[in-house]
């Protein structure tokens, strides 16, 4: 079973900073890449940052557009650890955040795993 946990939600005045934590738990083998995604009421959980490790896919590291510039995303794939680094918040980044692993456990096929979501809340 693998599990992910996260940390680091909460209140932040727009223009402040907030760092996301993700440790990936369990009977993973290997995790391929890791994600943050946000999801408002109402509206379609949308891709913030991915990560890929340097020997899957395009082992590229991409921000969406709307965080390009104030976001970084840092993992350690080798840790199963990946957090990401939030500045120059706005309200519109105001949203429920999920992280993403990418990977295969001992049954062999590559899955998503998902973490239950942490609240970022920004505020004036």
């Known amino acids: 079973q693998v599990q992910l946990v996260e940390s680091g939600g909460g209140l932040v005045e727009p223009g402040g900073s907030l760092k996301l934590s993700c440790i990936v738990h369990g009977s993973i083998v290997r995790v391929l890449a890791v994600a943050w995604h946000r999801q408002v009421p109402g509206k379609e959980r949308e891709l913030v940052a991915r990560?890929?490790?340097?020997?899957?896919?395009?082992?590229?590291?991409t921000y969406s557009d709307a965080v390009k510039g104030r976001f970084t995303i840092v993992g350690d794939l080798a840790k199963n650890t990946v957090d990401l680094q939030m500045g120059s918040l706005k309200p519109e980044d105001t949203a429920m955040y999920y992280c993403?692993?990418?990977?295969?456990?001992?049954?062999?096929?590559?899955?998503?795993?998902w973490g239950p979501g942490t609240l970022v809340t920004v505020f004036s």
């Open positions: 990560m890929n490790a340097d020997d899957y896919e395009d082992g590229l590291t």
């Open positions: 993403e692993a990418e990977g295969y456990d001992l049954t062999g096929p590559i899955d998503d795993y």
